[in-house]
């Protein structure tokens, strides 16, 4: 990947939605050279595709995420499955280290599905498959909740290594008022403010968060459509247009292992509230340079962050300055699996989501033998 590429991917990350021809504008290339590039950068894996980040709480649903201490080596293919088939999962991976060697798992459901849920696991429980099942805290802003993007800006593509002084970064008090970030998970939604969707609706959204930069017309042949029949382009597009209002903001997929970022610490940490505060603004002013999350927790935080070697160490001393007590565990980037959203979680006849016994817990116990 040469230095123009590299632009191109800066570019890409700053406006990922943007058509080639403006993206050539921005960094002085041709069109078809980045388009070209752009492929190239697809099939080497370089950057994965461009996700939306959805307002989850406007579309009448919430997230549950949980540790989950597991029992052997069998019992946490056996829930992986369960989370292949389980219809509102979005994120799952296995974790290594500490009390909850096992697997972080997060659903994206209604809230009325939530006992299936706590049900499903306390069959896993009974059936020995898991040994505990922790709640942490969602990402939600109300919550004092941060997340941060990579900034590929702190790349150094001559030295190949990253530019980041934590001790500089550390010492200087936050900056007042620094802004908050823009989370699709974050908020509430009052009943005014929900948004009606239908299975059109739901079908859209699972291709757009499976590859948000493709085309219109190759989301209508995917819905089955002929795109030359009637106004079916105008129609989609409309729809298109529309569901922008449940989108948050758009992220793209990079493979960090491109960047030497291979560690994925994440700890589980008691702290006094006033070091989990600095923290937070510090990471609220938008300078550190790597992706990562820190939830508020009644002890203290949980961080997860994604670094390379180097600045992990800076990563743990960090954390001996600022802790009480914390857990280490590492999560395996390699084995996590991001979900989209599914259409047939949608009732076609009454544009709710589903949250039957049935559909939420049965079915998904039934496929892993419970």
Known sequence: ???????LLFKLQEMPMAPAKKLAEEIGKSTPTVIAWLERLAQEQVYMGVK???????????????????????????????????????????VFGG???????????????????????????DEGLIRSAREI???????????????LDAWDPERMTWRFDWEKWWSQEPRKGSKKS?????????ASDMFELDYLDAQILQHLTDNARQKNIDIIRKLG?????????????????????????FRVFINWTHFDVYNTPMLIVKARQEKTDRLIAK???????????VRKTPEGFVWYARLPSAHFSELMSLIWQLVEEYQLLIIDYKHSQTYGLW???????????KSDEEFCLKRPLKDIGL
């Open 137 to 151: 805290p969602s990402l939600k802003e109300v919550y004092g909740s941060i997340y941060t993007r990579p900034r």
């Open 283 to 293: 990471l609220r002013e938008g300078t550190f340079p790597f992706s990562s999350s």
């Open 225 to 249: 459509f002929d795109p030359r029949k009637g106004s079916i382009q105008q129609k989609i597009s409309k729809r298109i247009l529309r569901l922008h209002d449940v989108i948050d903001s």
């Open 52 to 94: 939306p980040d959805l307002k989850i709480h406007r579309m009448g649903l919430e997230i549950y995420d949980y540790l989950l201490e597991i029992s052997s080596y069998e019992s946490l293919t056996r829930i992986e499955k369960f989370c292949e088939v389980h219809p509102y999962t979005l994120y799952r991976s296995r």
């Open 343 to 353: 259409a047939e979680t949608i009732d076609k006849q009454t544009g709710e989501w």
């Open 182 to 190: 823009s989370q699709g998970m974050g908020g509430e939604a009052s």
């Open 99 to 125: 009390k909850y060697h096992g697997m972080l798992v997060q659903f994206r459901q209604p809230p009325e599905a939530f006992p299936f849920l706590e049900r499903a696991f306390e069959r896993m429980r």
């Open 1 to 7: 990947m040469n230095h123009d590429m590299l632009k």
